[in-house]
């Protein structure tokens, strides 16, 4: 982003703002430590979503319409500044919950939250992605990249934003934890940590490799078969006595998550359109997803060349 290369461009949120606009007076310098001052402080830091908002790197003036579900409505003359007001727009209402992931992802949680996530961080470094960048870019769509490159730009305007010359306005949590978020790179959307939640193949191999110990190939493959069915097969010299749940420690440390019962399932079906009501098809997804707050989800409707889409996605990633 070239700042002041490019006019000075307008955000527009026209609706359902009001309830976040009403104004705490603060006092400065004020002590956090009592309930309404920590709420005074909270809602001083909200982000200015009604109005008009000067931002560096847009093109053209581009409109947010937030409907009563606080749903942002983007609408964009360029795919840049669609992606770019997007990045801009989670960071207002997500900013904390992006930082983590960010920073989970990288594998720079110890850093600011102590020694305890050594490990997990350890684990994401082993994660990252090491190859030829050029090629990881070429194997996306085209505009990938280049959405990439918007998207984060906007996410670093806001935080360049909120931490203005005069008043440090980052979310309250920043403050309470004594601590600030980085900067944003487009190969930071590509980070590989994330997946671990939805996969299980580390367990499951695990699992196969001490069935195959304790009872052959043979049986293995009869109980509990690869899929795609593929033969198998110990690497000679390879002894499978060692393994134990052991192995998996710092893996389910990462992968962990908090769940509302002990056995989960996913399903995914679709009905007709000559069995609905509208003569349109539906469809109906379950993520297997952990229930968590601030939702994984973020629901948002971009507007532009070639773009006329609303739906769920993650707020820290582009698109839905």
Same mark, same amino acid.
């Given at each position: 982003?070239?700042?002041?290369?490019?006019?000075?461009?307008?955000?527009?949120?026209?609706?359902?703002?009001?309830?976040? &606009?009403?104004?705490?007076?603060?006092?400065?310098?004020?002590?956090?430590?009592?309930?309404?001052?920590?709420?005074?402080?909270?809602?001083?830091?909200?982000?200015?979503?009604?109005?008009?908002?000067?931002?560096?790197?847009?093109?053209?003036?581009?409109?947010?319409?937030?409907?009563?579900?606080?749903?942002?409505?983007?609408?964009?003359?360029?795919?840049?500044?669609?992606?770019?007001?997007?990045?801009?727009?989670?960071?207002?209402?997500?900013?904390?919950?992006?930082?983590?992931?960010?920073?989970?992802?990288?594998?720079?949680?110890?850093?600011?939250?102590?020694?305890?996530?050594?490990?997990?961080?350890?684990?994401?470094?082993?994660?990252?992605?090491?190859?030829?960048?050029?090629?990881?870019?070429?194997?996306?769509?085209?505009?990938?990249?280049?959405?990439?490159?918007?998207?984060?730009?906007?996410?670093?305007?806001?935080?360049?934003?909120?931490?203005?010359?005069?008043?440090?306005?980052?979310?309250?949590?920043?403050? &309470?934890?004594?601590?600030?978020?980085?900067?944003?790179?487009?190969?930071?959307?590509?980070?590989?940590?994330?997946?671990?939640?939805?996969?299980?193949?580390?367990?499951?191999?695990?699992?196969?490799?001490?069935?195959?110990?304790?009872?052959?190939t043979q049986e293995a493959m009869r109980w509990m078969p690869p899929e795609p069915t593929t033969?198998?097969?110990?690497?000679?010299?390879?002894?499978?006595?060692?393994?134990?749940?052991?192995?998996?420690?710092?893996?389910?440390?990462?992968?962990?998550?908090?769940?509302?019962?002990?056995?989960?399932?996913?399903?995914?079906?679709?009905?007709?359109?000559?069995?609905?009501?509208?003569?349109?098809?539906?469809?109906?997804?379950?993520?297997?997803?952990?229930?968590?707050?601030?939702?994984?989800?973020?629901?948002?409707?971009?507007?532009?060349?070639?773009?006329?889409?609303?739906?769920?996605?993650?707020?820290?990633?582009?698109?839905?």
């Open positions: 982003m070239r700042p002041f290369r490019f006019p000075r461009s307008i955000l527009a949120t026209l609706l359902g703002a009001a309830f976040l &606009l009403t104004a705490c007076v603060r006092q400065p310098g004020e002590d956090l430590r009592t309930e309404s001052a920590l709420r005074e402080e909270a809602g001083f830091r909200l982000s200015q979503i009604s109005g008009r908002i000067a931002v560096n790197g847009l093109r053209k003036p581009v409109t947010v319409i937030r409907d009563k579900w606080g749903v942002p409505h983007i609408y964009a003359d360029t795919e840049e500044d669609l992606f770019f007001v997007q990045g801009f727009v989670a960071a207002q209402d997500r900013l904390y919950q992006m930082e983590i992931w960010r920073r989970t992802g990288r594998g720079e949680l110890a850093a600011v939250f102590g020694p305890d996530f050594i490990e997990r961080d350890r684990m994401a470094r082993l994660m990252r992605y090491r190859g030829n960048m050029t090629a990881e870019w070429e194997s996306y769509s085209p505009q990938t990249k280049r959405i990439a490159e918007s998207f984060t730009e906007g996410i670093n305007a806001y935080i360049a934003e909120q931490k203005g010359e005069r008043e440090d306005r980052l979310p309250i949590e920043f403050t &309470l934890l004594g601590f600030q978020p980085g900067q944003w790179r487009p190969e930071d959307i590509l980070l590989r940590t994330a997946g671990l939640q939805m996969t299980y193949n580390a367990a499951a191999e695990i699992a196969r490799a001490r069935l195959v110990a304790a009872l052959g033969p198998l097969a110990v690497p000679e010299g390879l002894d499978l006595a060692g393994l134990d749940q052991r192995v998996l420690e710092v893996y389910s440390s990462v992968t962990g998550t908090p769940t509302l019962e002990t056995t989960d399932g996913s399903n995914n079906w679709i009905v007709s359109g000559n069995l609905s009501s509208t003569g349109k098809p539906l469809m109906a997804s379950d993520p297997h997803r952990a229930i968590a707050h601030p939702s994984l989800r973020y629901v948002t409707h971009l507007v532009g060349p070639g773009w006329n889409v609303i739906g769920a996605g993650e707020p820290a990633l582009p698109g839905v």
